[in-house]
């Protein structure tokens, strides 16, 4: 009779946890109703601004990704400084060197007038135009997860310490991504996102100079545009196919070619768990393809506002 009981428990229980969604719930077909005109609006302006400047993609991944770890992805990142509170774009890992906002302004005016009123936010045009950024630059087209709604606020103070430095070591990266729900996998596959893009001088001057675990003339190459002193904002390839979602960033890790130095972190050549999902990726592009897109689906679920929670920004800029 008691194990009886306690098995009744036991489902009910169970049950429970299956039906209460345990983060809010994001979907696929969020806007296949109420604006099925909203993804194509979003991927002719991504694709305008890549074809105009193939970087504008990389930029719109980091776009995402800065947004996501602050405060989970809603749009935090977009929002200008205002009377009541500093926002992120200010941050150490942001002032100087993170863009793209005039591109996500155009998305949300074209999105807008495609759907005849404010309905999708701006953490979701985030979350598309980094999607289409990378499949525009030749990497996987996944189904991104849609849903998310805007923050009233952003943090100066929690843009400084969620967000990584290039300085950091592997375990110091790798508790980073675990404080955001990801693992060891997710850290190499979505570090992997530095196959395109720049980075400046000022982010990885200390490896060049002061790295043993580095080709010596990838460093000497790489002094040249970015002296000891001075040239601090000189920009550098991430990779040497910056402008193409592949497989040569892995490759790179394995010749000591990582520009930062939490990229090479990724690859010591100790046949650490993490050097040998560097070494799978460097020869598995399909591998790379799937398990990235895996990755940034979970990595675009963390914490989103959802139901009734925040609001849909009229402009990204500001709230309403
Ligand atoms: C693992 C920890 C990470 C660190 C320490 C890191 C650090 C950096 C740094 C220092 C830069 C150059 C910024 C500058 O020049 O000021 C950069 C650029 C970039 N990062 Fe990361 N990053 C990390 C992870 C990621 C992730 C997870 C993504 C996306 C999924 C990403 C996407 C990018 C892209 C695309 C660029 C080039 C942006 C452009 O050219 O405008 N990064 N990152
Ligand atoms: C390299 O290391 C030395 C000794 O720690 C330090 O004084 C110097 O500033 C470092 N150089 C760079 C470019 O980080």
Redesign the pocket.
């Known amino acids: 009779m008691a194990s009886l009981r306690s098995f009744l428990v036991c489902i009910i229980v169970l049950a429970a946890i299956v039906i209460t969604p345990s983060s809010a719930q994001l979907s696929a077909g969020f806007y296949n109703k109420v604006c099925p005109q909203a993804l194509p609006a979003i991927r002719k302006i991504v694709r305008q601004a890549v074809r105009n400047e193939p ?1 504008m993609g ?2 719109l ?2 776009l ?2 800065h947004d996501c ?1 602050v405060n989970g992805c809603d749009g935090s990142v977009l929002l200008d400084d205002t009377s009541t509170f500093t926002g992120e774009k200010t941050a150490r ?1 942001n002032a ?5 906002f005039q591109v996500i302004d155009q998305i949300k005016a074209a999105v807008d007038k495609a759907c005849k009123g404010s309905v999708v936010s701006c953490a979701d045009i985030l979350a598309v135009a ?1 999607r289409d950024s990378v499949y525009l630059l030749g990497g996987p087209e996944y189904n991104v997860q849609l849903g998310r709604r805007d923050a009233t606020t952003a943090s100066t103070n929690d843009a400084n310490t969620n ?4 300085f ?1 070591s592997f375990s110091q ?1 790798l508790s ?2 675990q404080s955001h729900g990801l693992d060891l996998k997710d ?1 190499v596959l ?2 992997a ?2 196959t ?5 001088c ?3 001057r200390a490896r060049i100079y002061n790295d043993t675990n580095i080709n010596a003339k990838f460093a000497a190459s790489a002094k040249r545009s970015c002296p000891s002193n001075g040239g601090d904002n000189n ?1 550098q390839p ?1 990779d040497a196919t910056t402008k193409k979602f592949d497989t040569v960033y892995f490759s790179s890790l394995l010749k000591s070619k990582g520009l ?1 130095h ?1 990229d090479q972190e990724l690859f010591k050549g100790d046949g650490s768990d993490s050097d040998k999902l560097v070494q799978h990726y460097s020869v598995s592009p399909s591998d790379f393809w799937k398990d990235f897109s895996a990755s ?1 689906i979970k ?1 675009g679920n963390i914490k989103p506002l959802t139901g009734n929670a925040g609001e849909v920004r009229l402009n990204c800029r500001k709230i309403n």
């Open positions: 970087r990389a930029s991944l980091r995402h990704f770890f890992p100087g060197s993170i863009r793209g980094a967000l990584p430095p290039p950091f990266l980073n991504f850290l979505l570090s996102a530095h395109i893009g720049l980075a400046r000022t982010t990885f920009l991430l930062l939490s940034m990595m």
